[in-house]
């Protein structure tokens, strides 16, 4: 009995933190000549995957190619699809592109990173709590208290990137999808938010999906990466081995188009 134990405990260590399994999902049809099923445009096709507890996989593709739309049906904002999403852990948190148009403008920092403890439906925080956590993720972001009290429009665009990543922290999830999280930032903040995203990897052993379209950003970040192209998934698999030795010509075309091949 103690060795089956050992042997559940084991299993459930190496369970991969997400895995996609012949994923479909579809959007209501806007417009003639697309792709439909039953009145919708289908978007992703026939996507597999997974993603390694405590790694970071990169996915990479054109714009339109799917990478928001995968982001959004694994944190449960798209519904309507047909496959597998299967999670070792609940709740994953999303950190959009955009942090100025993802955080409420009328909003103090101070409500944006409390509200997701407002409306946690695993526990009830107290004020107390939501105190000691709120201390807790502004030095993990690494954002002084002094900023508390202002409103987004009051940062600039690193501030507001920390603490649209403080916010998606705050529940202390153990699945991070990051979707571009520094393609609006320039090019020294991008490093300082890189920089941050790392040690919090580390630090809080998170798994967690970085998409990107660069693909000098993803090699630096991730452990695999995941190639996409007209919602459909081109190649996958470690990014030395991709980078080095892709299989497929539309990666090494977007390779070639980033100056590393």
Known sequence: ???????AEEMER?????????LDVFYKKRKRNVLERAGRKQALFDVSFELKDG??????????????????????????YQGAVIQKYPH?????????????????????????????????????EQQARL?????????????????????SG??????AIGTALMQSPRLLIADEPVSALDVTIQAQIMDLLKTL????GLSVLFISHDLRVVYEMCDHVLIMKDGRV???????????????????????????N
């Open 1 to 7: 009995m103690e060795y089956s134990d050992k042997t």
């Open 92 to 128: 994953p948190q999303m950190i959009f592109q955009d942090p100025y148009g993802s955080l409420n403008p009328v909003r103090t920092v101070e409500w944006l990173l409390k509200e997701p403890l407002r409306v946690d439906r695993s526990r009830k925080w107290s004020e107390q």
């Open 55 to 80: 790694e970071v996989l990169g996915l990479v593709g054109e714009s339109g190619c799917g990478k928001s739309t995968l982001a959004r049906t694994i944190v449960g904002i798209n519904r309507d």
């Open 14 to 22: 190496q369970r991969p933190a997400l895995q996609v399994s012949h």
């Open 234 to 260: 081109v190649e996958y698999g470690e990014t030395d081995g991709i980078y080095r030795t892709p299989q497929k010509e539309y990666t090494r075309q977007l390779l070639r188009a980033a100056g590393i």
């Open 135 to 155: 201390k807790e993720v502004l030095n993990q972001v690494e954002l002084s208290g002094e900023l508390l009290t202002r409103y987004p429009a009051q940062l």
């Open 201 to 204: 990897h580390q630090n809080l």
């Open 158 to 163: 690193g501030q507001r990137q920390r603490v």
